[in-house]
């Protein structure tokens, strides 16, 4: 069940979701094994409704590997005494999946409807909810597609893991699950180089990483 990190609201939306398990289909789910500090990587989560009613809300949570929500989104958290604030990023989210009302496509930092290509007010980063790492993209039609994409820096070297939920709603009433009944998770274990990416640009203006 996700947690509600905000308050105002929650009971009203618990009581209008339905309750019942929403078969869900993970068409993608990337995120580099390998990077570097000062990197910029996209990670993708692309999702499908093969069934024949719409799901509720459907929406991505992003837990630590240990702590789950405790920890920020791409961050982990440090058991030290004194310190204010025990979680530090991993990552940086440079930018976030976008607002739900606009559509599964996201294309030069704007969201784009898929029907006919004029984008949709609210800018990056609008699907972030008041629920704890989680961002939704609302209703997700019978046969429609809605994808997920964060674009972020690493900024801590060494190997770390990220786990993420998929969900059919924000209350935990709405279930998402595989085709056998799971729930929908996943896990990426990266492994970030502490010297930054060498690139460089060539005659022609291209930028080109140096391997």
Not at 30 to 51: C, E, S, W, Y
Not at 102 to 123: F, L, M, N, W, Y
């Amino acid at each position: 069940m996700l947690v509600l990190a905000g308050c105002g609201g929650g009971s009203n939306q618990a009581s209008s979701e339905p309750s019942g398990n929403f078969e869900v289909d993970v068409a993608t789910a990337a995120f580099p094994v390998k990077q570097h500090l000062a990197q910029h990587t996209d990670m993708v989560i692309t999702v499908r409704n093969p069934g024949s009613k719409p799901i509720p809300d459907i929406a991505v949570t992003i837990t630590d590997a240990d702590e789950g929500t405790a920890a920020q989104a791409f961050s982990e958290d440090l058991h030290m005494p004194g310190l204010a604030d025990s979680s530090r990023p991993v990552w940086v989210i440079d930018q976030a999946p976008c607002p739900a009302s606009a559509s599964d496509i996201t294309k030069d930092g704007q969201c784009v409807p898929r029907d006919d290509g004029v984008p949709e007010p609210g800018g990056p980063g609008g699907a972030v909810t008041a629920y704890a790492n989680t961002w939704a993209m609302g209703k997700l039609g019978a046969g429609r597609s809605a994808t997920f994409k964060w674009g972020v820096t690493a900024v801590q070297a060494g190997v770390h893991v990220v786990h993420y939920r998929i969900a059919a709603g924000l209350n935990g009433k709405a279930k998402a699950v595989y085709a056998g009944g799971r729930p929908l998770a996943g896990t990426f274990v990266v492994d970030i180089a502490s010297a930054p990416e060498q690139a460089y640009v060539n005659d022609a203006g291209q930028v080109v990483k140096v391997r």
